[in-house]
Nanobody
Framework: QVKLVESGGGLVQPVGSLTLSCTAS????????MGWFRQAPGKEREAVSC????????VYADSVKGRFTISRDNAKNTIYLRMNSLNSEDTADYYC???????????????WGKGTLVTVSS
């Protein structure tokens, strides 16, 4: 059974930084695309960044390019999202998703974590 557990969310001031982690169990991440998605109150879930382990391809939403960095540690079955220069528009629940496919879209994920809340506020 695939299980994803996110951690690292919290309250951060504008222009601050946070690093999110997502650890997978029940699956070997080497064969999967894993990604970060977020959902703000009243909005639909959107893709933030994905990492395809088989191809090494990384994708980022335009709104986070240059500020966020996705990385992985295969030995730990974990992906990370380093978030810099955070602003209020980054406030959301952040979810980790995994799929055997290649599309970085919410509807393409096969499994989800329960999410971790990121609040950017002074």
């Amino acid at each position: 059974q695939v299980k994803l557990v996110e951690s690292g969310g919290g309250l951060v001031q504008p222009v601050g930084s946070l690093t999110l982690s997502c650890t997978a169990s029940g699956v070997i991440v080497d064969y999967y695309l894993m990604g970060w998605f977020r959902q703000a109150p009243g909005k639909e879930r959107e893709a933030v960044s994905c990492f395809s382990t088989p191809t090494g391809r990384k994708v980022y939403a335009d709104s986070v390019k240059g500020r966020f960095t996705i990385s992985r540690d295969n030995a730990k079955n974990t992906i990370y999202l380093r978030m810099n220069s955070l602003n209020s528009e980054d406030t959301a629940d952040y979810y980790c998703g995994i799929t055997y496919g290649e599309s970085c879209v919410p509807g393409g994920m096969d499994n989800w974590g329960k999410g971790t809340l990121v609040t950017v506020s002074s």
